[in-house]
């Protein structure tokens, strides 16, 4: 029986591959930040501990925006397996830095989207873009604001757990201008 739903990738355009790679990302991104969460929790670190539970939660919905958006463009969507997942770290510095580097490349492979939905001429991949570039700034500004935190704290992990409990509140959900995701989101 003839399928409507395409299969194989060359059936897809650039920028609808690199979507179905960015749920990888997203997804990779959320294990990640497990791991980092779990380092924290296991050390007493309490408060970094739920920072990175609750960024992990963030982004599995961004990973599921994106299938909504694929789904409802009528591309056939394989959920990928994540990449590899860091574990071990020496130092508490060693896992914010990671978690910056981590946020950057995201916001990299955002700007190569938005440049391939410009080459084909994609606008509403375009606009369905424009959220994501403005919730990358936000994420690198926090783990950047983290990291000088961590190196002006000079190894005090209480300052830096004092400052996180202040200053870095669970936000509830990703904002009414948000994409849908597909299935329930963090609320
Ligand atoms: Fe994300
Ligand atoms: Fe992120």
Same mark, same amino acid.
């Given at each position: 029986?003839?399928?409507?739903?395409?299969?194989? *990738?060359?059936?897809?355009?650039?920028?609808?591959?690199?979507?179905?790679?960015?749920?990888?990302?997203?997804?990779?991104?959320?294990?990640?930040?497990?791991?980092?969460?779990?380092?924290?929790?296991?050390?007493?670190?309490?408060?970094?501990?739920?920072?990175?539970?609750?960024?992990?939660?963030?982004?599995?919905?961004?990973?599921?925006?994106?299938?909504?958006?694929?789904?409802?463009? *009528?591309?056939?969507?394989?959920?990928?397996?994540?990449?590899?997942?860091?574990?071990?770290?020496?130092?508490?510095?060693?896992?914010?830095?990671?978690?910056?580097?981590?946020?950057?490349?995201?916001?990299?492979?955002?700007?190569?989207?938005?440049?391939?939905?410009? *080459?084909?001429?994609?606008?509403?991949?375009?606009?369905?873009?424009?959220?994501?570039?403005?919730?990358?700034?936000?994420?690198?500004?926090?783990?950047?604001?983290?990291?000088?935190?961590?190196?002006?704290?000079?190894?005090?992990?209480?300052?830096?757990?004092?400052?996180?409990?202040?200053?870095?509140? *669970?936000?509830?959900?990703?904002?009414?201008?948000?994409?849908?995701?597909?299935?329930?989101?963090?609320?």
């Amino acid at each position: 029986m003839a399928s409507t739903t395409k299969s194989a *990738d060359h059936g897809l355009s650039k920028f609808h591959r690199l979507l179905i790679d960015q749920v990888r990302h997203e997804f990779t991104a959320s294990h990640q930040y497990i791991a980092l969460a779990a380092w924290f929790d296991a050390r007493d670190l309490p408060q970094l501990a739920r920072v990175f539970y609750h960024q992990s939660l963030e982004e599995r919905d961004h990973a599921m925006m994106i299938v909504r958006f694929l789904v409802d463009s *009528d591309v056939s969507v394989s959920i990928p397996r994540v990449d590899e997942i860091q574990n071990d770290f020496d130092t508490p510095r060693d896992l914010v830095a990671l978690a910056l580097r981590q946020e950057r490349e995201v916001t990299d492979q955002f700007h190569m989207l938005m440049k391939v939905a410009r *080459d084909e001429n994609d606008y509403t991949g375009e606009q369905f873009l424009q959220w994501f570039l403005q919730e990358q700034t936000e994420e690198v500004a926090k783990m950047s604001t983290l990291l000088a935190v961590v190196d002006r704290s000079a190894g005090n992990l209480f300052d830096v757990e004092a400052f996180v409990a202040r200053d870095m509140p *669970d936000e509830s959900g990703d904002g009414a201008d948000a994409p849908s995701t597909a299935g329930p989101a963090l609320t």
